[in-house]
């Protein structure tokens, strides 16, 4: 029923942010932004961490075509999770 509702391109947006927030495992108490968007055929997902004590911050800035949206989302998640070292969780 949805599908036939639904934007390709805000569904795009969705995923590759939720994408991101999912590989750090992110909860109300993550100080994370993820923030995507689609212009022409390229697509761009930034992100932003913080650790807990919010003395550290991890950025980062992804392009790519639009179609590799999910793959640019993972490593964005992982490039992320992997620089923090965990310093964003509890």
Not at 25 to 34: I, L, P
Not at 38 to 67: A, C, M, P, Q, W
């Amino acid at each position: 029923l949805l599908t036939k509702v639904n934007e390709h391109t805000t569904s795009i947006l969705a995923k590759s942010e939720r994408k991101v927030l999912n590989i750090l495992e992110g909860d109300c108490h993550t100080a994370v932004g993820v923030f995507a968007k689609v212009k022409n055929s390229y697509f761009e997902i930034t992100g932003e961490l913080f650790s807990i004590d919010g003395k550290e911050r991890y950025f980062k800035i992804i392009k790519d075509k639009t179609s590799n949206y999910l793959n640019a989302s993972i490593e964005l998640g992982n490039y992320l999770k992997e620089k923090s070292r965990g310093s964003y969780k509890k």
